[in-house]
């Protein structure tokens, strides 16, 4: 029951209007690919922005390959389109490079 609330809040937060000026805390791992989808584009590409930091640091690497930048965004909103109930970063771990 308690996950269900973590969903739902995770859900409220990435849907939420971006004109709100409120600071908004976001468990990143608790988000699904459908919530990520239902969010506006500028969420989106704020969440891509993020997601992209994060690997690349648990990689270790202190570089962006632009050359990969748009191809992982696409792999990652093409692969959720067909997997709505997965977790975002479970998505991004088995198709960005």
């Given at each position: ?7 739902l ?34 969420r ?6 993020w ?15 632009f ?31």
């Amino acid at each position: 029951m308690v996950r269900g609330s973590l969903y739902l809040a995770a859900a409220v937060l990435v849907s939420a209007p971006s004109a709100v000026s409120a600071q908004v805390v976001l468990d990143m791992s608790l988000i699904t690919c459908r919530q990520f989808l239902d969010s506006p584009p500028e969420r989106q590409e704020l969440i891509h922005s993020w997601v992209g930091g994060y690997y690349s640091a648990s990689k270790n690497l202190a570089t962006v390959d632009f050359r990969y930048v748009a191809r992982n965004q696409k792999a990652v909103s093409d692969y959720c389109r067909k997997n709505g109930r997965e977790g975002l970063l479970s998505a991004v771990q088995k198709v960005a490079r």
